[in-house]
């Protein structure tokens, strides 16, 4: 299996963990949110919330490696 193959699948698997990463956070009620209509003040992070948090900001991070080196190996 080559390199490129390798950065392909795994360019697969990191899209599919950042999109239930990110699916998986809990934001305010939908859109009204977005536009600062949320009636929460302020709110930090606890447990899985944080949890699932980190894990989004890692796999974006490998994804946005793996992009670019795919970039320089391609």
């Not at 599919?16 to 536009?35: C, D, E, P, W």
């Not at 992070?45 to 970039?71: M, P």
Request: glycine share 10%; hydrophobic share 55%; aromatic share 10%.
């Amino acid at each position: 299996m080559s390199l490129i193959n390798i950065l392909i699948y795994s360019q697969i698997i990191l899209s599919v963990l950042l999109v239930l990463g990110i699916l998986l956070q809990q934001k305010g009620a939908g859109l009204s949110s977005a536009f600062g209509g949320s009636s929460m003040e302020y709110s930090t992070k606890r447990g899985a919330e944080k949890i699932v948090f980190y894990f989004t900001i890692v796999v974006g991070t490998l994804f946005l490696a793996v992009s670019i080196a795919r970039i320089f190996v391609s």
